[in-house]
C-alpha cells in the first residue's frame, strides 16, 4: 500500500506532531506542580489536625518536620542503627490517634542506606609501611619479633 502525500500535508502532520508533543510536555509540568502543591495542602492538613490533637489534649507544642529533608539528613548518620534509632524516637512521639498515612509518610523517609565516613583511614606507603589517621607510625615489624611490652599487629 502506498501513500502519497503533499509536501503541505506532510508539513501541517509534522506541525500537529509538535504541537501534541509541546502540549504534552506542558501538562506533564502542570502535573508535577499540582502533585507538589497537592503534597503541601495534605502535609499542611495533617500539621493542622496533629496541633488540634495537642491542643485538646493539652499535651504541648507541635512542631512540623519537613518529610523531604529527612532522607538527607538520616543518611549523614553512620550507620542504619542509628537510623532506626531516630526513627523510632520520631514515631514514638507521635500520638496515638495520629493517621496511618502519616506513619507510613515518615518510615517512608528512612534512606535505604547510609553513606558513612570510614572509621580509619588506611595509607600504604612505600616500603611496606601502613600509615593510620595521617600519621607517620610504621606498625609494620617485616617479620621481627616485637621489642618487650609490645603486642604483634
Request: aromatic share 2%; proline share 5%; hydrophobic share 45%.
Amino acid at each position: 500500500m502506498k501513500i502519497e502525500t503533499t509536501l503541505d500535508e506532510w508539513m501541517r502532520m509534522q506541525d500537529a506532531l509538535v504541537e501534541a508533543k509541546v502540549e504534552n510536555a506542558l501538562l506533564r509540568k502542570e502535573l508535577v506542580q499540582a502533585a507538589a502543591e497537592r503534597d503541601t495542602f495534605r502535609a499542611r492538613l495533617i500539621a493542622a489536625h496533629l496541633e488540634e490533637v495537642m491542643q485538646q489534649r493539652d499535651l504541648g507544642k507541635v512542631v512540623p518536620i519537613l518529610l523531604s529533608k529527612m532522607p538527607v539528613v538520616l543518611s549523614e548518620l553512620e550507620n542504619m542503627d542509628q537510623v532506626r534509632l531516630v526513627l523510632c524516637v520520631i514515631l514514638k512521639m507521635l500520638p496515638d490517634n495520629v493517621p496511618a498515612e502519616l506513619v507510613k509518610m515518615v518510615t517512608d523517609a528512612a534512606p535505604g542506606k547510609v553513606q558513612a565516613d570510614p572509621l580509619v583511614q588506611i595509607e600504604m606507603e612505600r616500603g611496606g609501611d601502613i600509615i593510620g589517621q595521617g600519621g607517620t607510625k610504621n606498625i609494620n615489624h617485616y617479620g621481627q619479633e616485637p621489642e618487650k611490652g609490645e603486642k604483634a599487629v
